[in-house]
Nanobody, 122 residues
Framework: VQLQASGGGLVQAGGSLRLSCVASGGTFSWFVMGWFRQAPGQEREFVAAFDWSGFSTYYADSVKGRFTISRPNRKNTIYLQMNSLKPEDTAVYYC????????????????WGQGTQVTVSS
């Protein structure tokens, strides 16, 4: 199982970015899939995810209303549309997957992508 994240970059505050994560090496129809981020010196934190059904989403309070996770046709690719970006959103963003039904805890996830850097300038 491999996860490949992409789409990070440098953007000014208020701007937008879209991250992509492609999963391969298995069937992910019934996996929870989501995004986490980690800023320097901080713990990895939950951002957004789909539950195992691929229909229900949940978000961290800090990104609600600004970020949108999508998974077209419940296939092996998920996206994170990030709008109204703030400097505090600066972090390495990771996609993750697991066979659990629903979780926002990083240590619950078995599969991880390599991370993509998002930098938001003020």
């Amino acid at each position: 199982v491999q996860l490949q994240a992409s789409g990070g970059g440098l953007v000014q505050a208020g701007g937008s970015l879209r991250l992509s994560c492609v999963a391969s090496g298995g069937t992910f129809s019934w996996f929870v899939m989501g995004w986490f981020r980690q800023a320097p010196g901080q713990e990895r934190e939950f951002v957004a995810a789909f539950d195992w059904s691929g229909f229900s989403t949940y978000y961290a309070d800090s990104v609600k209303g600004r970020f949108t996770i999508s998974r077209p046709n419940r296939k092996n690719t998920i996206y994170l549309q990030m709008n109204s970006l703030k400097p505090e959103d600066t972090a390495v963003y990771y996609c993750a997957a697991d066979r659990r039904l629903r979780t926002a805890t990083a240590t619950d996830y078995e599969y991880w992508g390599q991370g993509t850097q998002v930098t938001v300038s003020s």
